[in-house]
């Protein structure tokens, strides 16, 4: 099968590989915001290390399946991969870069946890409305969102928040737009959105004036390096390989876990504060995932 056109058009994954898909891009993507954070400290300006990141991973990926006799994308795979890297990678990952020169790596995974709300509605204006318990599980989910900004004790820009708002609607817009697509089969996509949206990163920067002047440190190499193999290697090809098996609602979950991992994370790494309010928001934002993964369960057997 050359190309991907809908989740529908999927072969039934094994009952593990959802499982071990959202766990990739609940566990993993929650740690990249910290590792953003020690990045930037480390030397790295913000859309050169997207750049370097995703292009860096993009090739590696995309050798490794041609040398395993993958097909190259057709011209039209291309051209939507492309759309894929400005709208996932460039907008939705270069913003949270940008964000985080001034946002703490918690609050940003907070902000970007209205991702599925957006998703929600732009699969409604496809015409793929979510079921009622779906909707549950989105609306309880924000509201926590909700309560962990309003309660927390994190900090924030008002530049760094435009960026993060940005960020979501543009990363939740592409995973929709994607859907019914003429894609690459998903690991072939994903290493081409990655080399088309880091080749975009690198135009931004340098046209910015980002430059490396002086190696990074040896913790913003090592939280590159992690970036590299766990966020873009496994997690952003996890993701991808979601948006073609599962519902949007069940795909986008992840940024409902995000936070909590991220501002766990960002206590016990980094000295971003957060009391027990914080931690029943968080509960809160676990329901509304547990919600959407019954309504999905519950959707498939019908």
């Excluded at 970007?112 to 709300?117: D, K, M, Y």
């Excluded at 998903?186 to 135009?203: D, E, I, N, R, S």
């Excluded at 590159?224 to 599962?246: D, E, K, Q």
Aim: proline share 5%; hydrophobic share 55%; charged share 10%.
């Amino acid at each position: 099968m050359n190309t991907i056109t809908a989740a529908s058009a999927q072969p039934t994954p094994a009952r593990w590989s959802v499982p071990l898909a959202l766990a990739a891009v609940y566990l993993i993507w929650g740690s990249t915001y910290l590792a953003i954070r020690f990045a930037l400290e480390g030397g790295f300006p913000p859309f050169l290390l997207g750049g370097i990141r995703f292009t860096l991973a993009g090739l590696l990926m995309f050798g490794y399946l041609r040398l395993r006799g993958a097909a190259v994308p057709t011209r039209a795979q291309w051209g939507n991969a492309a759309v894929m890297g400005v709208l996932l990678l460039l907008l939705g990952n270069g913003m949270v870069n940008v964000a985080e020169k001034t946002v703490s790596s918690g609050m940003t995974a907070v902000a970007v946890a209205s991702a599925p709300l957006w998703m929600g509605i732009f699969a409604a204006m496809r015409g793929e409305r979510p079921t009622r318990m779906e909707w549950t599980g989105l609306g309880v989910g924000f509201l926590g969102v909700l309560w962990l900004n309003a309660g927390s004790s994190l900090t924030a820009s008002p530049v760094g928040l435009v960026c993060l708002l940005v960020a979501s609607v543009a990363w939740s817009f592409g995973s929709i737009w994607s859907r019914g697509r003429d894609m690459a089969p998903p690991f072939m996509g994903a290493a081409a959105q990655m080399l088309c949206g880091g080749v975009a990163m690198l135009v931004v920067g340098l046209a910015t004036g980002e430059r490396l002047h002086a190696m990074p440190t040896p913790g913003g190499l090592a939280a590159f390096a992690y970036l590299v193999v766990l966020g873009s290697l496994m997690g952003f090809t996890a993701y991808i390989w979601l948006l073609n098996h599962v519902r949007p609602a069940l795909a986008g979950s992840y940024a409902y876990v995000n936070p909590a991992i991220a501002v766990l994370l960002g206590a016990l790494l980094a000295n971003e504060r957060f009391g027990a309010g914080e931690l029943v928001a968080m509960g809160v934002i676990l329901l509304g995932v547990v919600a959407i993964t019954f309504a999905k369960a519950a959707k498939a057997k019908q």
